[in-house]
């Protein structure tokens, strides 16, 4: 059942909080990439949870969905690919619609970055919504609004067959504290 009404993030409308932009621009060095550790990225979310709904079955099904561009991860890292992931988020994408499974982080921050480099990224290929699937001051931080159940549904019907390859380059997430139109 679909959530009445759904939390959205536009694309073109997700954002960064001042404080976290300020961070990025002046000492943190991180940097993202999509797709390049995808099982890792979910069984991040895992680890440590209670109760474990995320079972190696759910995990192996996921990975058969991301094989041929169905699910997909943005990673961060510290220190780039060589370095540590610090946070991640994934889920599934139908069309112009990115659905959010689950997200984590290992330093503060790193999820809000996650989300806000797969809007860009997302943006870029031509997706207009991310769905969060759930109200909270986290998503709406990042730029969430609400929208009516009808609307949702009729967006997902009408792009559901659409096919939109993202970005894939590790890019410095310095690029997310800049003004939208200078994000790459």
Same mark, same amino acid.
């Given at each position: 059942?679909?959530?009445?009404?759904?939390?959205?993030?536009?694309?073109?409308?997700?954002?960064?909080?001042?404080?976290?932009?300020?961070?990025?621009?002046?000492?943190?060095?991180?940097?993202?990439?999509l797709d390049r550790r995808f099982e890792q990225v979910v069984r991040e979310?895992?680890?440590?949870?209670?109760?474990?709904?995320?079972?190696?079955?759910?995990?192996?099904?996921?990975?058969?969905?991301?094989?041929?561009?169905? +699910?997909?991860? *943005?990673? !961060?890292?510290?220190?780039?690919?060589?370095?540590?992931?610090? @946070? %991640? =988020?994934?889920?599934?994408?139908?069309?112009?619609?990115?659905?959010?499974?689950?997200?984590?982080?290992?330093?503060?921050? +790193?999820?809000? *970055?996650? !989300?806000?480099?797969?809007?860009?990224?997302?943006?870029?290929? @031509? %997706? =207009?919504?991310?769905?969060?699937?759930?109200?909270?001051?986290?998503?709406?931080?990042?730029?969430?609004?609400?929208?009516?159940?009808?609307?949702?549904?009729?967006?997902?019907?009408?792009?559901?067959?659409?096919?939109?390859?993202?970005?894939?380059?590790?890019?410095?997430?310095?690029?997310?504290a800049e003004p939208t139109g200078s994000r790459q």
């Open positions: 059942m679909v959530a009445d009404p759904r939390p959205v993030l536009p694309v073109a409308a997700t954002h960064l909080s001042r404080s976290l932009a300020r961070r990025l621009r002046n000492r943190l060095a991180w940097s993202t990439s979310f895992r680890a440590g949870r209670v109760p474990l709904w995320l079972t190696d079955e759910l995990i192996a099904s996921l990975v058969r969905l991301h094989d041929p561009g169905h +699910a997909h991860s *943005v990673e !961060v890292w510290e220190g780039g690919e060589d370095g540590d992931l610090i @946070g %991640g =988020v994934f889920g599934l994408q139908v069309g112009s619609v990115f659905s959010m499974d689950s997200m984590f982080f290992h330093r503060p921050g +790193a999820s809000k *970055v996650a !989300v806000t480099d797969l809007a860009a990224r997302f943006a870029q290929a @031509g %997706g =207009v919504l991310l769905d969060a699937q759930r109200d909270s001051p986290h998503v709406r931080d990042l730029g969430a609004v609400l929208a009516p159940r009808e609307q949702y549904v009729r967006h997902l019907r009408h792009t559901a067959h659409d096919t939109l390859p993202m970005p894939t380059a590790t890019l410095p997430a310095r690029r997310l």
